[in-house]
């Protein structure tokens, strides 16, 4: 049985995790069980009435009503049975306990974004403690998208005109993976994100530590570090080739020709400005598609990436 | 017995190529849209082959993300619109329906041509489209996404709305044709399983295309004009565009599906020599599959954001769905008991759509599932599931169908050992490629992705090797298929010894079906009653 | 009508006999109706669903709509269904001259309707009372207004373009009965295309109350 689990199903990192699982188990062993049926008695026919005539006379038989309502009956029965299951685990899928923190999530070509309540936000990565009851708030600032976290069995459509909510309390420590489920374009299969699971006690402190480098860690190594968590590399090479937005290898003192035909030379101000109000000066030949980071990146997050960008020669 | 092709038939009682485009045979308008439909195939599966080539690995192979995206777009589109919607319908609901019921021709034989011609319309705006700027809204047009993307959204769109009308027109035409034109003394109840399916069919594709349509044209009016209606911008829904489209596109997962059921009917019926088990059950399970069809479209939005309530509804009356399938499924091994079954090839292909099409039941009752579907919905699981019900059933279906009737439409025999190795081939290939995606799918691996975390690398090597064995068995079909138009073997009248009606004309048949008006001599699975012989008009009553 | 009535000239080689063409027209046609139905039936949905979610600015967009000119036509098309229900009376009385005149009257009642919807039409569109993104009328309160307008042009659009299909066939029919392909024994076109002139008098009867008369 649990060697079945774990071909089947991720591990088990939310509480209704086990729910699911355990009713998936019930019918995949009574599927099992009629396949093995079905195909076998089929096999069994084929073998024992082969025809044997030129001819293949067969001989009357008798419909027996019996027989029919038997199989209508039961199946009937087993599928009442898995429906009352899977309802029950859909209304705690779907009843949020009173007691949850709220996290605003909104999603948008290609990444996710998590506001708490606290002022704290991430991009990409979801920082919740185990074994608190957590509420998901979720909208998009494009067109539809949808949250899913196999390791909770969470999934929940993210719409552009109205909230959608959902809710896991974690069982574990560790990350798991967050996907999009929605077709959203270009970058939907990289539309990724994690979930970090921390004990309590860090999870208060991650709340409460501000960003900035690490003990140790140079503004470049942190500017590094926020070009994968906030999902640049989805748009943004840094090998020189075209992608979605220009690529970021030797962007520092390029001149770039913009939409409305100036040519500028990208510096701090350039980067800076890119970040906040990206419509505001555009590379010719980009769509204008690249989302703005405002109240989403501080300073000290900005100035990173601007070492980072910097240290990128041809 | 040696047999010879009669000298005058309807492939020859008319020459030129004229003759073909303005034909109102409902026989040779089956085998013009076998052309358009097999080539869409072929179109669609080499599509297919490129997205299982690229997901070999989750780099960049032959295409990019964009490409990526292009392609199963229009494998999806050229699979569901141009050929398995219109397939066995088409060409077998043209081909063999009327000579079942003993009729001349269908109903309406002009409008039955016209439907041809928009179905080549149609056919055109997709390849114009293709052209043009390609598609990447998949195949389901969700909006806001469809209203924002520069592809070439209106084209396949039109395409998709003029297929829509050629597929009212074929229902409208069939339904009309069985209820008026069926062989003096012909009740309902000696009419060949496959015809009430064709009917089950008919009826969902004149009541729920119309809806399509007006959806489609909303979508087109919305791109163009701004009307507002699914653009969250301008105050519209895009959710209603969902509930608006699988309104339609659920019901029409049973055009797809249920007269591929028809077809299995007969063939297990003919190939076990029996007559066929709860007729009346199979018959009427048919027309509760159309009806409860209309009524679970909800049940492709379960995490979409629509009311809790009605996912709960929808979940509940998708389970009885599940019900006529299974009984249809445990009548056709009835019927094997203490028949006198002869494993001749397409018998092979109806025991591989019993096996394949049993899983594809099994994991619909896992996504049916409310709890389990919030998990699985939108992974590689919901892709097995649908493929193991529209390949492994309705593609096992039409080409079980096609070795079945290729005697009686070609009037010769395809080479019976290439048959049985291509059927071999289909069906590892088939397993090969889907089953993996099965547990993919439970994995968490979601849908429509050009590229993936490494861990799922193995399994999309071992399904794009499956596809590969796929491609090469159908590659095999098409060889000897075309082969014996020219080259097989004359087949006589009635290879299979079967009892209904189309057997009782030589093959391949005259151009006027019978010659007078045709009397019902016996029903269409007495095979305890008579002795059908491989000649015209040979039964011995006993 | 020198034909014998085994083969008329009507008679398709693969029908038995007239009696089973014409049902068979009958039943072909009463299809294409419930077609027709449903292709508007996604239609009246989508109204009931705005409407339900905007209920006042229904209320208040609808009174710039002009009552008497949708009463007028709402008569007009009435009227024009009687005109064909006495086109194919005359035609089963054998009356040739009189299904002529009758059919000519109902093209040009079709004609009026049009001609009363284009004054609407170019009153709203000067307004600005128009649907979506090219709305720029004021003065109507409640959110979205445009959508009403959208529900309006779409509906009354698509009714149009029957309205318009059928002055084609019944001009089409004029002609041909003119040519006297018709008889007491045959006219299954005229009536046919009664039936299909029904059912679009029928949707107006609808779409009317909907936009004209919102209590």
């Known amino acids: 049985m649990d060697t079945t689990r774990s071909l089947f199903l991720p591990p088990q990192g939310s509480t209704v995790a086990s729910d699911v699982d355990a009713l998936f188990g019930f019918i995949f062993w009574i599927s099992l069980f009629f396949f093995v049926g079905v195909t076998a008695i089929t096999v069994y026919f084929c073998i024992k009435y082969k025809r044997k005539s030129e001819t293949g006379q067969t001989t009357p038989y008798v419909e027996s009503l019996a027989l029919e309502i038997t199989w209508i009956v039961i199946p009937t029965i087993l599928l009442m049975v898995i429906f009352v299951w899977g309802f029950q685990d859909f209304v705690r899928l779907h009843i949020v306990p009173a007691n949850s923190m709220e996290i605003k999530v909104t999603g948008q070509k290609w990444f996710w974004s998590f506001n708490y309540d606290e002022g704290a936000t991430g991009v990409g990565e979801l920082v919740v403690p185990v074994g608190q009851p957590v509420k998901l708030l979720m909208s998009s600032k494009d067109v539809i998208h949808s949250f899913f976290v196999p390791a909770f069995r969470i999934k929940m459509d993210v719409l552009p005109n109205r909230y959608t909510i959902t809710w896991f309390e974690a069982t574990m420590t560790g990350e798991f993976e967050i996907y999009c489920t929605e077709f959203c374009g270009k970058g939907h299969s990289e539309m990724w994100g994690t979930v970090k699971v921390l004990p309590k006690d860090e999870f208060a402190k991650w709340l409460e ?106 | 017995m040696e047999h010879t092709i009669p000298e005058k038939h309807y492939l020859n009682e008319a020459t030129g190529w004229k003759s073909w485009l303005m034909t109102l045979d409902h026989k040779r308008i089956g085998i013009l849209y076998m052309i358009m439909v097999m080539f869409s195939f072929f179109l669609g599966g080499v599509f297919a082959l490129l997205l299982r080539w690229e997901l070999i690995s989750p780099d960049k192979i032959l295409m990019g993300p964009e490409m990526y995206n292009q392609a199963f777009s229009l494998h999806g589109i050229i699979m569901i619109f141009l050929f398995i919607i219109p397939s066995i319908p088409a060409i077998l609901g043209n081909f063999v329906m009327p000579l079942m019921i003993g009729a001349k021709d269908v109903a309406f034989p002009r409008l039955n041509l016209a439907s041809w011609y928009i179905y080549v319309i149609g056919f055109c705006f997709a390849v114009y489209a293709l052209f043009t700027g390609g598609i990447d809204t998949g195949w389901t047009f969700y909006t806001p996404y469809s209203n924002e993307t520069t592809t070439a959204v209106i084209p396949i769109l039109t395409a998709a709305f003029v297929l829509g009308f050629s597929s009212i027109f074929t229902g409208l035409n069939f339904i009309v044709t069985i209820h008026k034109l069926r062989a003096p003394g012909m009740t309902w109840f000696q009419l060949p399983l496959f015809v009430w399916a064709i009917y089950a069919t008919a009826l969902i594709q004149v009541l729920a295309t119309p809806v399509l349509g007006i959806t489609l044209a909303l979508l087109m009016l919305e791109r163009v004009v701004g009307i507002g209606i699914f653009d969250p911008a301008m105050g519209g829904d895009p959710v209603l565009f969902q509930h608006f489209f699988w309104f339609y596109s659920h019901p029409a997962v049973y055009i797809m599906i249920l007269p591929g059921m028809g077809i299995i009917s007969e063939l297990i019926a003919t190939f076990s020599h029996r007559r066929i088990f709860g007729y009346k059950f199979i018959a009427f399970s048919s027309l509760g599959i159309a009806f409860t069809g209309f009524l679970v479209w909800g049940h492709h939005m379960f995490v979409s954001g629509q009311s809790d309530l009605a996912a709960v509804i929808f979940s509940f009356l998708t389970f009885f769905v599940g019900i006529p399938s299974g009984i249809k499924i445990l009548n056709w091994m ?66 079980g169908g096609l070795h079945y009737w290729w005697p009686k439409i070609w009037g010769r025999m395809y080479n019976e050992t290439l048959a049985r190795i291509a059927v071999v081939l289909i069906f590892v290939g088939f397993n090969v490629t889907f089953f993996v995606q099965f547990i993919m799918g439970t994995q968490g691996m979601p849908r429509r992705y050009y590229t993936y975390l490494p861990q799922f690398q193995g399994m999309h090597g071992f399904s794009s090797i499956g596809a590969l064995i796929m491609g090469v068995g159908f590659l095999l079909i098409g060889i000897y298929l075309i082969h014996a138009i020219f080259k097989g073997k004359p087949a006589g009248p009635n290879p299979w010894r079967a009892l209904t009606m189309e057997w009782e004309t030589p093959s391949p048949p005259r151009a006027g079906n019978f010659e007078g008006a045709q009397r019902l001599t016996h029903g269409p699975y007495d095979y305890d009653k008579v002795v059908p012989e491989n000649a015209l008009k040979q039964y011995k009553t006993l | 009508m020198n034909q014998t009535t085994a083969h008329p000239a009507h008679l398709q080689h693969h029908f038995t006999d007239a009696h089973q063409q014409a049902e068979s027209a009958k039943l072909g046609l009463w299809i294409f109706l ?48 009687l005109t064909m229900a006495l086109a194919i009376r005359s035609m089963q009385l054998g009356r040739r001259k009189h299904t002529i005149v009758f059919l000519s009257g109902t093209v040009f009642l079709a004609c009026v309707f049009m001609v009363i919807k284009y004054f609407e039409y170019s009153h709203k569109i000067h307004l600005g009372q128009l649907p979506g993104k090219w709305y720029f009328f004021e003065g109507i309160a409640g959110t979205n207004p445009h959508i009403f307008f959208s529900a309006y042009f779409l509906m009354t659009g698509l009714h149009g373009f029957h309205v318009l299909g059928g002055i084609a066939v019944i001009t089409w029919l004029i002609i041909k009965t003119s040519r006297g392909s018709f008889s007491p024994e045959y006219y299954t076109p005229i009536e046919m295309t009664g039936l299909y002139w029904h059912l679009v008098d029928l949707i107006w009867i609808f779409l009317f109350p909907l936009f004209y008369l919102i209590g």
């Open chain 2, 334 to 399: 009835a019927t094997m008991y203490k028949g006198s079954i002869s494993l001749d090839t397409p018998m092979l292909w109806a025991l591989s759509f019993l096996i394949l099409f049993s899983i594809g039941g099994f994991t619909g009752i896992v996504l049916g599932t409310l709890s389990i579907d919030v998990h699985l919905h939108d992974t590689y699981f919901v892709v097995s599931h649908f493929h193991y019900v529209m390949v492994g059933g309705t593609v096992m279906a039409i080409f």
């Open chain 3, 34 to 81: 419930l077609t027709e139905v449903l292709l508007f039936g996604g239609l009246f949905c989508f109204y009931a669903i705005y409407r339900s979610w905007n209920p006042d600015m229904f209320h208040n967009a609808h009174a710039f709509l002009n009552v008497w000119m949708g009463a007028t036509n709402t008569v007009v098309l009435i009227v024009s269904s």
């Open chain 1, 209 to 314: 530590a501000g960003s900035g480098p690490g003990e140790g860690e140079s503004m470049k190594e942190y500017g590094a570090r926020m070009f994968v968590k906030n999902a640049c590399n989805t748009c943004h090479s840094l090998d020189g080739s075209k992608n979605v937005g220009p690529t970021f290898q030797g962007l520092f003192g390029r001149r770039e020709v913009m939409s409305d035909g100036t040519t500028i030379t990208v510096d701090e101000n350039y980067i800076r400005e890119s970040i906040l109000s990206p419509m505001a000066k555009q590379v010719v030949g980009y769509d204008p598609v690249m989302p703005t980071y405002q109240g989403i990146l501080k300073d000290v997050d900005i100035d990173g990436l601007i070492a980072y960008i910097k240290s990128l020669e041809n």
